[in-house]
């Protein structure tokens, strides 16, 4: 269901972004054009998608389905109404094992090199195609600290100070706390303004949290 829900969030960021700003700004240095995978008829977008059998070895049993389709079946419900400004959007994906940082570079490269795409949905690693390459994304996955001029990381997910306090205060009237134990798990110190969002909100719910690693 989230991973459902993630991938309509992109098709609808996809109609936001490019169709109120398919402005072409080239960041200094930049790698790439901006207006790089844009033709009068077509915009091309970039899916560099997550290998999840090769995680396996690693204990990771994650299976979400054939990204490529679910993608692909969104920019055809698109491009069915007639596309982005008048142009259809086509789809360049290729597999990428995050754990290796090798295949993440050279999905990366190919995305921006080799097909020309003029955005990537949903890296991992955005910074290789922000930084490197100046070429935006939508809703990156591990953002690292950018500096300078880069290409921009575009994602409709809400403020978390904002949403968490109301995801909450529904799973709670649906009864999903109810006889459970609470415990909050993050796994970098970015995510910490995150944490005492949630302890915070768990509170004045009167739902005790047994832990917090």
């Given at each position: 269901?989230?991973?459902?829900?993630?991938?309509?969030?992109?098709?609808?960021?996809?109609?936001?972004?490019?169709?109120?700003?398919?402005?072409?700004?080239?960041?200094?240095?930049?790698?790439?054009?901006?207006?790089?995978g844009v033709t009068a008829k077509t915009i091309a977008v970039g899916l560099p998608y997550v290998n999840f059998q090769a995680l396996k070895s690693l204990g990771v049993t994650?299976?979400?389905?054939?990204?490529?389709?679910?993608y692909q079946s969104v920019i055809a419900g698109i491009n069915a109404r007639g596309g982005i400004n008048g142009r259809k959007l086509v789809l360049s994906s290729v597999e990428m094992n995050p754990s290796v940082?090798?295949?993440?570079?050279?999905s990366c490269t190919q995305l921006t090199e080799d097909d020309h795409v003029f955005i990537s949905v949903s890296p991992v690693f955005p910074a290789c195609y922000q930084q490197t390459h100046d070429t935006s994304v939508i809703a990156g996955s591990l953002p690292e600290p950018l500096s300078g001029?880069?290409?921009?990381?575009?994602?409709?997910?809400?403020?978390?100070?904002?949403?968490?306090?109301?995801?909450?205060?529904?799973?709670?009237?649906?009864?999903y706390f109810k006889?459970?134990?609470?415990?909050?798990?993050?796994?970098?110190?970015?995510?910490?303004?995150?944490?005492?969002?949630?302890?915070?909100?768990?509170?004045?719910?009167?739902?005790?949290?047994?832990?917090t690693a």
């Open positions: 269901m989230g991973t459902r829900t993630s991938i309509w969030a992109a098709g609808a960021a996809l109609v936001t972004m490019l169709g109120s700003t398919l402005v072409f700004t080239p960041a200094a240095g930049a790698a790439s054009p901006a207006d790089q994650i299976n979400d389905g054939n990204f490529p389709d679910a940082p090798a295949d993440a570079t050279s001029n880069v290409a921009p990381d575009f994602t409709l997910i809400p403020p978390s100070a904002n949403f968490d306090p109301i995801q909450f205060a529904a799973f709670k009237k649906a009864g006889g459970k134990k609470v415990a909050l798990f993050y796994g970098a110190d970015s995510d910490a303004p995150e944490v005492k969002v949630d302890q915070t909100a768990l509170k004045k719910l009167g739902i005790p949290v047994a832990l």
